[in-house]
């Protein structure tokens, strides 16, 4: 059974930085691309960051692109999420996901639990 845990969440000031993790267990971390989503109150889940099983290949929603860093350790089965220049509107549940990547779209197959990030103004 696949396993995904996030932690790194928490309240911050607009312009700061948190560092999101999911460990992953359960699957070959390895053999999968990684995702991230998030999901603002009254809106609808939608994606932040992918990453490709080597690494080597990352996209970004255009929202976040110059501000966020998706990375992974696969020796740590771990996927990271560096959000850095933090604003009110990047409030909301970021969840971790595990799944494939072709089309140019990423396509979650698992989900964590999420953890909360706020940024106040």
């Known amino acids: 059974q696949v396993q995904l845990v996030e932690s790194g969440g928490g309240l911050v000031q607009a312009g700061g930085s948190l560092r999101l993790s999911c460990v992953a267990s359960g699957r070959t971390f390895s053999a999968y691309d990684m995702g991230w989503y998030r999901q603002a109150p009254g809106k609808e889940r939608e994606f932040v960051a992918r990453i490709s099983p080597s690494g080597g290949s990352t996209s970004y929603a255009d929202s976040v692109k110059g501000r966020f860093t998706i990375a992974r350790d696969n020796a740590k089965n771990t996927v990271y999420l560096q959000m850095n220049g933090l604003q009110p509107e990047d409030t909301g549940i970021y969840y971790c996901?595990?799944?494939?990547?072709?089309?140019?779209?990423?396509?979650?197959?698992?989900w964590g639990q999420g953890t909360q990030v706020t940024v106040s103004s």
């Open positions: 996901s595990s799944g494939a990547y072709f089309g140019s779209k990423f396509f979650p197959s698992y």
